[in-house]
């Protein structure tokens, strides 16, 4: 039976640099989990007046995370913190699946979840939120966060590089990832 691991990517852009790194983390994968990309452009900010009935994009958004074993997140440094549309995603995804119990189970709940970030500046902050956000909404944190810088002809070309430090580190926390789900 293979492994899925879910992508989260921080940044709607097209083309975005954390797609390109976890494209790059994608591979590190190849041949040992089944890798999806969660697409949550559909989903609105959080509110409660929106939860009943559940919008069809947060039931997507749900059941592509209940059926992950894993998720993985790429997110850029957004004013030295979490990306906005990531964070509204978390909000969405931690609200108990049945609201009769608000203390129930979510579509997060136990869920095995790494970050990784291409920014230039930042990542501490941003890591740190990480750390204390995603334990308080019900996951397990998994192995070293991944922290990439943009290399100068990226701002022109689009194309990201990534150190080989960061390459291997990559393929570290892949392993650490799959050594989670096994």
Do not use: C
Not at 95 to 111: E, M, V
Request: net charge negative; charged share 20%; glycine share 4%.
């Amino acid at each position: 039976m293979s492994k899925k691991v879910l992508f989260i990517v921080g940044s709607l852009r097209e083309g975005s640099f954390n797609h390109q790194m976890a494209l790059e983390a994608e591979k590190a994968l190849a041949g040992k989990a089944e890798v999806s990309y969660l697409d949550y452009s559909a989903i609105p900010l959080f509110s409660q007046d929106l939860e009943v009935p559940t919008l069809p994009a947060v039931t997507a958004a749900r059941e592509a995370v209940q059926a992950a074993d894993a998720i993985w997140i790429f997110s850029p440094v957004y004013n030295f913190s979490i990306p906005g549309t990531v964070k509204n995603l978390l909000d969405w995804l931690s609200r108990a699946i049945d609201l009769s119990d608000t203390r129930g189970a979510s579509a997060l709940q136990d869920k095995i979840v790494t970050v990784s970030s291409v920014a230039n500046a930042g990542h501490d902050q941003l890591f740190a939120i990480y750390k204390d956000l995603l334990p308080f909404i019900r996951t397990q944190v998994v192995g070293d966060f991944t922290a990439a810088r943009v290399n100068d002809s990226a701002w022109a070309d689009g194309q990201l590089v990534l150190e080989d430090s960061v390459t291997t580190s990559l393929k570290q926390q892949a392993k650490d990832l799959l050594q989670a789900i096994q």
